[in-house]
């Protein structure tokens, strides 16, 4: 009998706000939190894409200078929504043995990496800063979070691309499931909005070009959508067993119901059109939660806004959700955020979670030419989710093959 | 043209703080880098490292390990200028 997990506490900085409230707020409000990025690299390097989804809230303005100092722009985003969701959940006192993290990023910290390069061939080794190896180490902001809570029970970092921290979530859900562990923060970050990687990702031709309107550019299920839009920030989640939970009073948002991963083994980043490693890790995971697709009432999908991925989760929706798939109410919050990488997972999870606990569907925005292959419900303003019982799931997937699926269920 | 005692410790002291976020009040001359200030080896190196571009000086890797104290620092710095 799998025990049930909750949880219990959230946190998030995001293009559209600094914390978890101001984040559903706006997007609630079918805000963009894409802009015009305001640096004078775009010009020296020719960046040829210019807006991205930034963080609302500067890391500067809640960090000290010294955790600056000594941080990756990722794991900055990383610790400042653990803290958020560490204390959402009441700070509890739990058995640091007994007490785990799983937390991702996709790419790492590839703004040390990039300025340690340029240190050493302006200045040489000797002033390439000693913190930089455990800066740029993908692992580093999930250390920095297990370090600043006193997690020994294992920190671990899933790395599979944009379905990173949807993996994450999956591996806490897993690892909640054994005798050895009670709490877990999970959730993931990123913080590669800089030359290097907006121009690697826009010579695959995987970014929207619309510089000159930032907020319409990305546009999940639009006949128009032209890719995606980079985003950065971090989530994360306190997961614990329901046992724990309820032993200390906490407050529940949800059940973590199940998660899984399938990969796809057909190409290094083109999804597999007929989208049956997607259909796997969802059906994977509602075995795991103990559920039918009926039981499903609302799906947070992976939708990008890239011409071939919205097309392949259709086809993977399709094949689990069958005749079923109309009446699903699904949105695509990239929409409003733009694609987080390796926070994508944790931020949509969060979203997934909040539309159960507050009964509202946030909204897709920019939906103004529906893709006439795609037959959605997609939601485009607020919309009421009511039932009990009811399951919610969330899809990421990331270059490399790789398939993440979460379900949350009405608690 | 040695510099200033004073004037290497309050240097000193702005780069400890910067780095560590230790008081600069805090940055005395009987005070240990480890035992009392709590700097570890990678701050030390920036320190040091900072302490090379400010005061003009060369501080050699193998000398980092004998500067247990911020007087032994000031003094060495001192001496080199």
């Known amino acids: ?411 | 043209m040695a510099l200033a005692q004073s004037e290497v410790l309050a240097g000193l002291a702005e780069i400890v703080n910067d780095e560590t976020g230790i008081a600069t009040e805090a940055v005395q001359l009987d005070k240990h880098f480890t035992n009392d200030l709590d700097i570890d080896s990678i701050s030390m190196m920036t320190i040091v490292v900072n302490c090379e571009d400010k005061f003009g000086v060369k501080i050699p890797d193998e000398e980092v390990k004998n500067l247990n104290t911020v007087g032994d620092a000031v003094n060495f710095i001192v001496s080199a200028s």
Request: aromatic content about 6%; hydrophobic content about 45%.
């Open chain 1, 1 to 411: 009998m799998a025990k049930k997990i909750v949880v219990t506490g959230l946190g998030a900085t995001t293009p559209l706000g600094g914390d978890v409230a101001t984040t559903w707020k706006n997007l609630l409000g079918g805000k963009s939190g894409i802009t015009t990025i305001d640096k004078d690299w775009i010009e020296k390097y020719e960046v040829p894409v210019t807006f991205a989804g930034q963080a609302a809230v500067a890391a500067s303005e809640i960090l000290t200078p010294q955790e600056i100092k000594r941080l990756d722009p990722s794991s900055q985003f990383a610790l400042i929504s653990a803290r958020e969701a560490w204390a959402d959940a009441g700070s509890p006192d739990v058995t640091p043995e007994r007490f785990a993290v799983e937390y991702s990023t996709g790419i790492g910290g590839v703004w040390t990496l990039l300025e340690a390069f340029q240190t050493l061939q302006e200045r040489g080794p000797r002033r390439v800063l000693p913190m930089t190896v455990p800066m740029l180490m993908p692992n580093g902001p999930a250390a920095a979070i297990g370090m600043d809570l006193a997690a020994r029970g294992g920190v671990r970092t899933a790395v599979s691309a944009c379905a990173s921290s949807t993996e994450a979530i999956a591996n806490a859900y897993n690892r909640l499931q054994t005798d050895e562990i009670d709490v877990v923060v999970a959730g993931g970050c990123e913080a590669a909005i800089h030359a290097l990687p907006l121009s690697a990702f826009a010579a695959m031709h995987a970014l929207s070009k619309r510089n000159d309107a930032p907020s319409k550019a990305s546009r999940p299920y639009d006949a128009n959508r032209d890719g995606f839009v980079m985003g950065e920030g971090g989530a994360s989640l306190v997961l614990e067993t329901e046992e724990h939970a309820l032993a200390r009073g906490a407050k529940i948002y949800a059940e973590l119901a199940g998660g899984s991963v399938t990969s796809d083994a057909y190409h290094i980043t083109a999804p597999d059109p007929q989208g049956s490693g997607a259909a796997r890790a969802m059906l994977a995971t509602l075995a795991q939660a103990g559920a039918t697709i009926s039981d499903v009432r609302h799906i947070n999908a992976h939708a990008t806004s890239t011409p071939v991925g919205d097309i392949a989760e259709y086809t993977a929706l399709k094949r689990v959700f069958g005749d079923l798939l109309p009446s699903i109410p699904v949105t695509a919050t990239k929409s409003s955020t733009g694609h987080l990488l390796g926070a994508a997972g944790a931020v949509e999870a969060i979203f997934t979670i909040l539309a159960l606990h507050g009964g509202v569907i946030p909204p897709t925005i920019n939906l103004d030419d529906p893709d006439p292959d795609i037959h959605l419900d997609v939601v485009t303003s607020p919309r009421e989710l009511t039932g009990d019982n009811i399951l919610a799931i969330s899809n990421s997937f990331g270059f490399g093959g790789h398939n993440a699926v979460v379900a949350f269920r009405k608690y």
